[in-house]
C-alpha cells in the first residue's frame, strides 16, 4: 500500500513539473550524455533560447552553426536557408565535462518567415578525448531541440 501511494505521489509530481514544460522538448545526443532544450523568446522574430548540457566524462566543442527541420508527413526534412544568410560565425566552443552552455539562434534572419508547424533545430558537436592532439580521436555527433510555431 505504501508503495502504491509513493508511486502515485511521484507520478502527481511528474505530471506538475513537466506540464510547465511548453512545447519545448530536450533531446539528446547520439551518445544519450549530451541534451539540448530550445525555447522560443518574448522578442518578434523567430529566436531561440537554446542550452547545451554536457554529461559525458569528455569535453565537447560546438561551433555557431546549426541546421534547422521541419516535420512534414511524419518525418523531419531541412528547411533550406535564405540565399542572402550570413555565414556563421567559425568559432568554436568548449563545453567541459558536466557543465552547459546557453545561446541565441536567430532563426528569422537565417530562414525568413516560417509556416506554423513542429520544428527542431540540430547542432553538431565533437566528441573529444581530453588530453588528446590527434584528429583520430574526435568524433562528430549530432544534439537536436524541438519547438513548436504557431
Do not use: W
Not at 536557408?81 to 539562434?105: K, Q, V
Not at 520544428?119 to 558537436?125: D, L, N
Request: charged letters at 30%; a negative charge.
Amino acid at each position: 500500500m505504501k508503495n502504491g501511494i509513493a508511486i502515485f505521489a511521484m507520478c502527481i509530481c511528474a505530471f506538475f513539473i513537466c506540464s510547465g514544460c511548453g512545447n519545448e522538448k530536450q533531446t539528446a545526443g547520439e551518445d544519450g550524455q549530451v541534451t539540448m532544450s530550445a525555447a522560443l523568446t518574448e522578442d518578434d522574430s523567430i529566436i531561440l533560447e537554446c542550452t547545451i548540457f554536457n554529461n559525458t566524462e569528455k569535453d565537447i566543442v560546438i561551433g555557431d552553426e546549426y541546421d534547422l527541420q521541419v516535420l512534414k508527413d511524419g518525418s523531419f526534412a531541412d528547411v533550406q536557408p535564405l540565399p542572402e544568410a550570413g555565414a556563421f560565425n567559425l568559432l568554436s566552443r568548449d563545453i567541459l565535462s558536466g557543465h552547459e552552455y546557453s545561446y541565441r539562434a536567430d532563426i528569422e534572419k537565417n530562414y525568413g518567415d516560417l509556416e506554423a508547424g513542429r520544428y527542431r533545430i540540430v547542432k553538431e558537436y565533437t566528441n573529444k578525448e581530453k588530453d588528446s592532439q590527434k584528429k583520430d580521436d574526435a568524433s562528430k555527433e549530432t544534439v537536436s531541440a524541438e519547438f513548436d510555431l504557431s
